[in-house]
Structure formats: structure tokens, C-alpha cells
T-cell receptor, first 112, second 115 residues
Framework: DADVTQTPRNRITKTGKRIMLECSQTKGHDRMYWYRQDPGLGLRLIYYSFDVKDINKGEISDGYSVSRQAQAKFSLSLESAIPNQTALYFC???????????FGPGTRLTVL | GNSVTQMEGPVTLSEEAFLTINCTYTATGYPSLFWYVQYPGEGLQLLLKATKADDKGSNKGFEATYRKETTSFHLEKGSVQVSDSAVYFCALSDVRIQGAQKLVFGQGTRLTINP
């Protein structure tokens, strides 16, 4: 089945460490997104990419960077993790035409 | 800017009860509206959508009608089951940036159904 996968599913790290979260998709979609989910705040957009040459900041990009290595791969990095980046992180994809998005299972990140 | 406000949770109901989760929005233009569901330990799944005023989205016994006059998109189900226990997110498509189809989410409503 065409799918969106995320690795790792869970990660515990320490303040100041560099962390990379990876997302892969087999849906053939050009557009990919990274969100974080915090209790009571819903999902907030970190970065989005419309193709491998197009990267855009979302509403909460400070402290994060991304890399679009291929159409199917979109990675999120925390250069120097801090405790308030503890959250559930989701990758999503969409087609060029429809607004609906397709989500991965999420990565639970804990920064101590 | 565009925003979505959902009914405060958590919501706890008994099996076979009637469910309403309120969702109102603020938007310029004519966004599409969505309900996503997140089951425990999983990512979000699209539950239903509506793309224009008066459209009714439906799936798995859930329904929501796009009401432009009240800027609402309330989720309803006539008889809930234990398997409906999940977190429900209302969202709208934000098309203010050219070519973008970003989604703006509400804060989520946790629903628990007791047998």
C-alpha cells in the first residue's frame, strides 16, 4: 500500500544534541509537510515543501531545519535540541491539487 | 488570520449516545473544511470533508455540514461505539499563499466512549 512512514517512532535525547527525524512516502506526492502536536494546541506547521527545490517555513520554524533529499524523502532536524521541543511530530503529504493531507504515524520526541 | 476553534474536551459518552463536536472557523474566502481522526498511537486520518457551503461530508456514520452563515462545521454521529474513541481535529484549508494548500487545525477534542 502507498504509505507515509516515519523513523524513529520514539526518541529520547538530551538538551543540546542534534536530532534528525525522517519521513518517506510511496504515494508519489510532490508536497510534504512537517507538523508538531502539543496537547491542547492541535497541529502546528513547521516546514513544508512543494518539490525537491522548494522549501518554505511554516508558523514555528525557529530551531528546526529540513532537507528534501528526493521526492519521497523529507527530513526534519533539530540542530540543538531543547526541552520545549518535546512533542509529537508528524509528516504529511498531499497532491498538487487537493488540500487534504495524508499523515504518517508520528514520532514521539522527548528532550531531557 | 484563518483559525479554527473546537469544542473543549475531553468528551465522555456511553455507547449508542448521540455525538456532537462543535467546530467554528474564521477565514477569508471559501476554504475547504475537514474532520480528521487520530486513534491511539496512530497518525491523523481524514474522516470527512466538505468543499463548499451547504455541502455535507459523511463517512463511517459521521456527518458534518458546511454552514457558511454560522461559520461552522459541527461533527455528528447518531449512535457512537467504543471504537470511535479517539481525538478529533477540525481543519480548514488555508489558501492565502499562492499555490499553497496548507491546513489550519483546531486544538483537537478527545472523545471516550464507555461500554
Amino acid at each position: 500500500d502507498a504509505d507515509v512512514t516515519q523513523t524513529p517512532r520514539n526518541r529520547i535525547t538530551k538538551t543540546g544534541k542534534r536530532i534528525m527525524l525522517e519521513c518517506s512516502q510511496t504515494k508519489g506526492h510532490d508536497r510534504m509537510y512537517w507538523y508538531r502536536q502539543d496537547p491542547g494546541l492541535g497541529l502546528r506547521l513547521i516546514y513544508y515543501s512543494f518539490d525537491v527545490k522548494d522549501i518554505n517555513k511554516g508558523e514555528i520554524s525557529d530551531g528546526y531545519s529540513v532537507s528534501r533529499q528526493a521526492q519521497a524523502k523529507f527530513s526534519l532536524s533539530l540542530e540543538s535540541a531543547i526541552p520545549n521541543q518535546t512533542a509529537l511530530y508528524f509528516c504529511a503529504t498531499s497532491t498538487d491539487t487537493g488540500p487534504e493531507q495524508f499523515f504518517g504515524p508520528g514520532t514521539r520526541l522527548t528532550v531531557l | 488570520g484563518n483559525s479554527v476553534t473546537q469544542m473543549e474536551g475531553p468528551v465522555t459518552l456511553s455507547e449508542e449516545a448521540f455525538l456532537t463536536i462543535n467546530c467554528t472557523y474564521t477565514a477569508t474566502g471559501y476554504p475547504s473544511l475537514f474532520w480528521y481522526v487520530q486513534y491511539p498511537g496512530e497518525g491523523l486520518q481524514l474522516l470527512l470533508k466538505a468543499t463548499k457551503a451547504d455541502d455535507k461530508g459523511s463517512n463511517k456514520g459521521f456527518e458534518a455540514t458546511y454552514r457558511k452563515e454560522t461559520t461552522s462545521f459541527h461533527l455528528e454521529k447518531g449512535s457512537v461505539q467504543v471504537s470511535d474513541s479517539a481525538v478529533y481535529f477540525c481543519a480548514l484549508s488555508d489558501v492565502r499563499i499562492q499555490g499553497a494548500q496548507k491546513l489550519v487545525f483546531g486544538q483537537g477534542t478527545r472523545l471516550t466512549i464507555n461500554p
